[in-house]
Structure formats: structure tokens, C-alpha cells
């Protein structure tokens, strides 16, 4: 048994040593560019004079928050890539990538819920934000 780890060692270090004379798949920046760019004044002006609440006030500005973060993941997203080589050189998913997804889902949900609680003040309805956080 001894004699087959020196022998697959020895085989594995070599391919190893083979494989660092190959060409790097992440030489190369893997190329990503947004078309649209949502802007904080976009949106500000999109929900002006439309904030009564307290709440409402509160929800937009963390919605205006996540869109400074999006912003960031994609300029980082287009300096380095959708891809990035760790230190040991193994290929991996950008964490910017994660990060933008993230913020993605946390902003739909603000917008769902700051919508709602707009629609239920025009209709006299009171939308207790306390009750959709004790749903899930």
C-alpha cells in the first residue's frame, strides 16, 4: 500500500508540475458589462410625494443604501471580472457576483413592501410593518 501513495504521489506532482506551464483560463478578465445603471435620484424622484409614514421614509432610504452597494458590486464586477484565481490558484465565482445578487433580492423585497404599505395608506388600510416582519 505504501508503494501505491509514492507511486500516486509521485504521478500527482507530476501532472501538477505540468499543469503550471499550461495557460491560465484567468489571464484573461472575463468581460462584464451592465446596460442599466439604477440611480438613488431615480428613485427618490420615482417615490416623491409618496412617503407618508415614518416606516415609508425608513424603507427608501435602506432601498437607497442597497443601491450604493449594487453600485459597487458592479464596478467591481467590471474591474475584475467574473471570475477570479484564488491564491492557490484555483478559479472561482467573483464574491462581487453573491454580494449583487444579495442586494438584488433585499431591494425587490423593500420595494414590494414600501409599495404595499403606499398602496394600503391611499386605501385608509393600516399596513403594520411589525406583522410582515412576523410572517416569515
Known amino acids: 500500500m505504501a508503494t501505491n501513495n509514492k507511486n500516486y504521489m509521485r504521478i500527482y506532482q507530476k501532472n501538477r508540475r505540468a499543469g503550471e506551464e499550461r495557460e491560465s483560463m484567468t489571464d484573461e478578465i472575463t468581460s462584464v458589462n451592465f446596460t442599466t445603471d439604477i440611480k438613488p435620484s431615480q428613485l427618490k424622484k420615482a417615490y416623491k410625494g409618496r412617503i407618508e409614514t415614518d416606516d415609508q421614509k425608513l424603507l427608501l432610504s435602506n432601498a437607497l443604501v442597497i443601491i450604493d452597494l449594487m453600485q459597487s458590486c458592479k464596478k467591481s464586477l467590471e474591474a475584475d471580472g467574473a471570475y477570479i484565481k484564488t491564491a ?19 431591494l425587490t423585497v423593500l420595494l414590494d413592501t414600501l409599495n404595499k ?9 393600516i399596513f403594520d410593518l411589525e406583522k410582515w416582519l412576523d410572517e416569515d
Open 117 to 125: 404599505s403606499i398602496l394600503a395608506n391611499k386605501k385608509g388600510d
Open 88 to 106: 492557490t490558484g484555483l478559479v472561482k465565482e467573483n464574491p462581487a457576483q453573491k454580494s449583487l445578487r444579495e442586494n438584488v433580492k433585499a
